[in-house]
């Protein structure tokens, strides 16, 4: 029989996003792929070409701002509406299809596409438009200091004091789309195991940090996600007393 949850941490990767059309990080027409990580996704890289870098997220942009949700981003909607627990996303994703499906409590600990951030001031910039060297903040009136708000390799994860909230309360930690291999968030299952969580993981390969979870749906979170929600919804009834 299946636990009744009080408290659900949910962690995405990109993988929820692909049967939405945008590409993941490490599959063979990777985001990467045609770029290399150390241009487009590292501090160095945004001081040393910060045009290349504006170009890259502005190119994306677009073709975030046009994908639509899928079955999987429901699901958790559904999950959010009819399960009785807290349930926090926290998404690894720079996408808003989360937003779009109408998910709430969602934590971006990467940032987002559609924002950027101003490295006089601080101030946070929400924009679908295109955001480039000329940009004037709109707080400190200083052009050419905006940034996209995307966390790049070796800054700090929005949100953290949150999610260690989340990994030590949660009963239920559940894993969508994400390979395993960028920390610090592929160590977050471990941590919520530590404190007693049962874990579960949705992906359609086997991710490198596979050996920590409890349980491996593998298949396509659009197909396999709305399955389980419906299951956790539907054990509520099978468990009245709890
Ligand atoms: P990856 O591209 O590393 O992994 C995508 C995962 O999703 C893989 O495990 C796939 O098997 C799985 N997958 C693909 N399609 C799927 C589907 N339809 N249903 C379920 N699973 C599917 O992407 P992430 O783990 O998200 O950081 O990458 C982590 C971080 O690496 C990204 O946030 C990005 C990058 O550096 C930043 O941009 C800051």
């Given at each position: ?22 590409a ?5 027409n ?11 996704a ?53 996408d ?51 940034k ?28 969508i ?62 468990n009245p007393?709890?």
């Open positions: 029989m299946t636990r009744i949850y009080k408290n659900i941490l949910i962690l995405t990767g990109a993988g929820i996003s692909a049967e939405s059309g945008l993941t990080f490490r599959s063979s990777g985001l990467w792929n045609n770029h290399k990580v150390e241009d487009v590292t501090i160095e890289g945004f001081e040393r070409n910060p045009a290349l870098v504006h170009d890259f997220y502005n190119e994306l942009k677009v073709e975030v701002q046009k994908a639509e949700p899928n079955p999987a981003h429901f699901a958790l909607t559904k999950l959010q509406q009819e399960y009785p627990a807290e349930i926090n996303i926290v998404t690894q994703n720079v808003t299809l989360h937003e779009k499906a109408g998910n709430k409590n969602v934590y971006h600990i990467h940032g987002q596409i559609n924002q950027a951030v101003c490295l006089n001031c601080g101030h946070v910039l929400e924009t679908w438009g295109d955001v480039d060297t000329e940009t004037i903040c709109p707080q400190c009136e200083v052009s050419g200091m905006m996209p708000n995307i966390v790049f390799f070796g800054e700090n994860l929005l949100c953290m004091d949150k999610v260690e909230v989340f990994l030590r309360k949660c009963d239920l930690f559940i894993s789309g994400t390979s395993g291999v960028v920390y610090p968030a592929a160590g977050f299952v471990q941590t919520a195991k530590y404190y007693g969580a049962d874990t579960i993981e949705f992906t359609l390969d086997m991710t490198a940090n596979n050996y920590l979870f409890d349980k491996h749906v593998l298949g396509k979170a659009g197909e396999t996600l709305p399955k389980y929600v419906d299951e956790l919804i539907t054990s509520l009834k099978k007393a709890e």
